[in-house]
């Protein structure tokens, strides 16, 4: 098994472009979710799905979009990019409900510039 | 905002020396998940805690959750150079969003 697969691992951007930051697991996960990395910060939750069809928000959904429309994908779509939106950027699953062991992707690195 | 506030935000410890950090919340938990991220990594999970007045080893990690679950903390003896990186506290209020604190940053000299 691969686990949870995120891709691009780098990723440079200018103001207002857009871009999707892809993540598949290959897990049968229900639970999916975003989180994004910034220094002294630590992992802010984004948006979060609990199955197929199903998304809500977390703690700074601002500026992202996603949606699930298969188990295994959930990607993150930044509409227009900002420099506010510089940062790591994890996808996350679990089994069951959110507040399950959480399995990681290595990340998206992502600049706005 | 957070549901849980970790402390201290960094430490600097000589190897060998005992590390410990602190997870506190304003509200009860229903459990905690502690994850450990190394520097240029992805955080993994380590353990869950969701009894009252639960203790777990992992051989030099401790893990204690409180009486009124609404603390926890992590305790490492003898800590090695192994050890570097950020511990984060996790916990749900809903069931199915998990909000991780701040974290604590451990730097271990040799």
């Known amino acids: 098994n691969a686990g949870v697969t995120q891709t691009p691992k780098f990723q440079v951007l200018k103001t207002g472009q857009s871009m999707t930051l892809q993540c598949a697991q290959d897990?049968?996960?229900?639970?999916m979710s975003w989180y994004r990395q910034d220094p002294g910060m630590g992992l802010r939750l984004i948006h979060y799905s609990v199955g197929a069809g199903i998304t809500d928000q977390g703690e700074v959904p601002n500026g992202y979009n996603v949606s699930r429309s298969t188990t295994e994908d959930f990607p993150l779509r930044l509409l227009s990019a900002a420099p506010s939106q510089t940062s790591v950027y994890f996808c996350?699953?679990?089994?069951?409900?959110?507040?399950?062991?959480?399995?990681f992707g290595s990340g998206t690195q992502l600049s706005v510039l | 905002g957070q549901q849980v506030m970790q402390i201290p935000q960094y430490q600097h410890v000589q190897e060998g020396e005992d590390f410990t950090t602190y997870c506190n919340s304003s509200?009860?938990?229903?459990?905690i998940q502690w994850y450990k991220q190394r520097p240029g990594g992805h955080p993994v999970f380590l353990i869950q805690?969701?009894?009252?007045?639960e203790v777990k080893k992992q051989k030099r990690l401790t893990f204690q959750f409180g009486e009124a679950k609404k603390n926890s903390s992590l305790h490492i003896t003898a800590t090695q150079t192994t050890d570097v990186g950020t511990y984060f506290c996790?916990?749900?209020?809903?069931?199915?969003?998990?909000?991780f604190g701040k974290g604590t940053s451990l730097l271990v000299t040799p």
């Open positions: 509200t009860t938990l229903s459990n």
């Open positions: 996350a699953s679990s089994q069951g409900q959110g507040n399950q062991k959480l399995f």
């Open positions: 897990m049968n996960h229900e639970y």
């Open positions: 996790a916990a749900s209020n809903s069931g199915y969003a998990l909000n």
């Open positions: 805690l969701v009894k009252s007045g």
